[in-house]
Each structure stands twice: as C-alpha cells, then as structure tokens.
C-alpha cells in the first residue's frame, strides 16, 4: 500500500520539492562528516533526491537507490550524473559486505514497511556496512500525540473570492473526501504492540501506514540487530536520550556496527 502511494505523481511531487537536509540530519552529517569523507555511502530510499547533493558533497564514491521506479526517475532528472538505482532496502545482496562507510535512511523511510520488512532491512544494512561505518535514519516518534488523532483535515489555504478560491475549495473538498474512505479503509489495519505501533498515517490522505516507536525501543531493536546506538537528535536538532522522553514527530538515530 505504502509503495502504491510514493508512486503516484502527486507524491513525487512532493519529494521533488524538498530541497534542504533537516535541522537533525544537519546534526548528525556534520557529526560524521570528516570520518566518512571520501567513502562510500548508501542513500536508501531517495525519493525525489532531497539528500543526493549533500551526501555527494561529503564522498562521490556515493549510490542512491529507491523501490519506487517513479522516483528513481525524477531523482536521475534532477541529479543526471549520480549514482541512483531501483532496489528494494530490503534485499541489499547486490553490495559486497562490509563496503560502506555510511548508510542513510531519510524522512522516516525505514518507518513505511512491515515489522518483518524492517528488521530484513536492519540485518542487510548491518550486512553492507564497514566494521567501522555508520547508520543514519529517522524514524515516527511513538510518543508524539500528532500519531494519535482520530482525524485531520488537509489543508485549506483561505483567500478572497476568485477563480483560485473555488479551485483551492473544492480541491479541499476532494481531499477530505479521499481522506475520510482511506482512513475507514485503513484504520482496522492498525497493529499496537508493546514494542512498536503501525498506525494509519495522515500523510498522503491516510493513504500509507506508518511505524512508531519511541526512543527506548528503538534502541533495544538497533542492539539486538547488531547495532550500537550512538546519539539520538529531535526535529530541532538538539540531542536526545532515552531519558529525556522526547515526543517530537520524528527522532533522527545514529548508529554504528557492532
């Protein structure tokens, strides 16, 4: 469901908008910069290739991949010399072992598959990194109560009356309708355990689902993968712990290989 949705154009659209790193993924590359200058890295799940000039500003030896032919597409028009591939962040087999100095998993990518799905990508992850290399990803904060509303309605940009008023009100219109069939669709798919949560998601119109946990867990699930969790940055870019018990929307986690 959640790969039908970052197929679509309206999606693409989205990710080719963004252009800048986010405060905590600002944190962290200057963080790991310099032992990472010049080797390989791995962009999991590029999208509309938000992240592909400043990973390349740190190391050329660079590759982007994305399960989402759609967005390999429009990242390869955007960024026509990088290195940008069609593979799933689940089955990484086609990297050697131990080849990269960095991996990164961006804007809660890692947070749009399955339980099952996300710890094959843990292990093909821990697989493809260097004894010394790192792992870069964000991840829906449990804890943030944005998670945990019923319903949201889309956006509604107010102005005068105009012909643009009554295209803005009836695209309004449109989407609460898409939202409210998708979030009766969606909302029984939701699983709560003690660990994790996948819940229906309000982004793309309640049209993907999402997984949460909280820093605590996140931690635990990175150590039995074969990982040591190194630092943890909020959405200001300011450094977390287990015991701060922070509920932003998305925390940013670095890692290293065990």
Avoid: W
Avoid at 136 to 163: K, Y
């Amino acid at each position: 469901m959640n790969q039908r949705a970052m197929a679509t154009r309206e999606a693409v659209a989205q990710y080719l908008a963004a252009s800048e790193l986010t405060l905590p993924e600002r944190a962290a590359l200057d963080e790991l910069a310099a032992d990472v200058r010049q080797r390989p890295i791995l962009d999991l799940g590029v999208g509309g290739g938000r992240t592909v000039a400043p990973l390349r500003a740190i190391s050329l030896d660079y590759t982007g991949i994305d399960y989402a032919p759609a967005m390999v597409a429009a990242t390869l028009a955007r960024h026509p010399d990088a290195k940008i591939e069609h593979a799933d962040a689940c089955d990484l087999s086609r990297y050697p072992e131990g080849h990269f100095k960095l991996v990164v998993f961006s804007c809660n990518g890692i947070g749009m598959v399955s339980h099952g799905d996300r710890l094959r990508i843990l292990a093909a992850v821990r697989r493809v990194l260097a004894p010394d290399g790192h792992f870069v990803f964000s991840n829906h904060n449990r804890r943030a109560r944005v998670h945990h509303r019923i319903f949201e309605l889309p956006t509604f940009e107010h102005g005068g009356v105009s012909l643009r008023s009554v295209v803005r009100a009836a695209r309004f219109v449109r989407h609460t309708a898409t939202r409210a069939v998708n979030r009766a669709r969606n909302y029984r798919r939701q699983v709560a355990t003690a660990d994790y949560a996948i819940v229906n998601g309000a982004s793309h119109h309640y049209g993907v689902m999402l997984y949460l946990i909280d820093v605590v867990q996140q931690h635990r699930q990175l150590e039995a993968a074969g990982f040591v969790p190194h630092t943890a940055f909020d959405l200001a870019g300011r450094r977390v712990t287990v015991d701060d018990d922070p509920h932003d929307d998305s925390i940013l986690y670095v890692a290293r290989k065990a």
